[in-house]
């Protein structure tokens, strides 16, 4: 089965809505249409519904940050589903690692925001991936299995259909580190092999895996060519137009490529 590549730009705190609107500009005037991949840009909520209505005549998809499980209510600066859709958006990370670190969301967390995404017909991206601790101390594995057990839990395989998963080892976001290639490539088969387990060879298949972590233009071929990943979620590289299409026109080269390495 062959897996669409979704390409990711997480903008982070980054942007205000006017340079939101001056970036998609200058992105839609490169064309990567063309390209038989997704692209995704992801704001700050602020810049959502401006950007939402630049990308009106466009391909390229909107996601946001982060999301709030409850439909509404009294919770204090956060955001619903249904705002998020107001502004266009049809994804939602779950869980990337910066809200596990330094906004405390826990599996639970991340499995209610993912469930309300998928309620309200949002695509989750569900984010994970073991720090550099866990991963000198052999317990990659482990930890990724807490992840998806834990953000996963209940989710059957009909909605599975409509979950990405992006493996963002911590060591490598926004730190110049990037995994190797084989290390994305086998931990990624890791994840994929793991859905298989839990819910069957099809889903597995069909599944789309991402990597993320300090891709940029010089390595997104090599990653791009790993037959287990499905494109990349970048965060600094993504906050320059320019450089955000260059990835997608390095990654994508392999079309048609007979030796991609
Ligand atoms: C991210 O924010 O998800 C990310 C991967 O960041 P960076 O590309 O900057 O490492």
Redesign the pocket.
């Known amino acids: 089965m062959s897996r669409r590549p979704l390409i990711a730009g997480?903008w982070?705190m980054h942007k205000t809505p006017q340079e939101a609107q001056d970036f998609i500009e200058r992105f839609l005037s490169f064309s990567c249409d063309g390209f038989d991949c997704d692209v995704l840009v992801i704001p700050p909520f602020t810049s959502l519904d401006r950007a939402g209505k630049c990308l009106l005549e466009s391909s390229v998809f909107l996601g946001a940050q982060d999301m709030h499980p409850a439909a509404s209510g009294a919770y204090t600066g956060a955001i619903s589903a249904n705002m998020l859709k107001s502004c266009q958006c049809s994804f939602v990370l779950a869980g990337?690692s910066e809200r596990r670190h330094v906004f405390g969301d826990t599996n639970v967390v991340v499995n209610e925001k993912l469930q309300a995404a998928l309620s309200n017909d949002l695509r989750p991206i569900l984010c994970v991936g073991e720090t550099l601790e866990e991963r000198e101390a052999d317990r990659t594995e482990s930890v990724l299995e807490e992840q998806l057990a834990g953000g996963l839990k209940d989710v059957s395989e009909l909605d599975l259909a409509h979950v990405v998963i992006a493996y963002?080892p911590v060591w490598?976001?926004?730190t110049g580190k990037t995994a190797t290639t084989e290390q994305a490539q086998d931990t990624i088969a890791f994840i994929r092999a793991w859905i298989e387990t839990r819910y069957s060879e099809t889903a597995s298949e069909a599944m789309r895996i991402l990597y993320?972590?300090?891709?940029n233009p010089a390595n997104a071929k090599s990653l791009q060519a790993q037959p287990d990943i499905d494109g990349a979620?970048?965060?600094?590289?993504s906050l320059d137009p320019d450089s955000f299409a260059q990835i997608i026109a390095e990654a994508m080269s392999l079309q048609g490529d007979d030796d991609p390495c």
Do not use: M, R
Request: hydrophobic share 40%; charged share 10%; proline share 0%.
């Open positions: 997480n982070k990337h963002e490598a976001i926004g993320g972590g300090s891709v979620l970048i965060g600094g590289a």
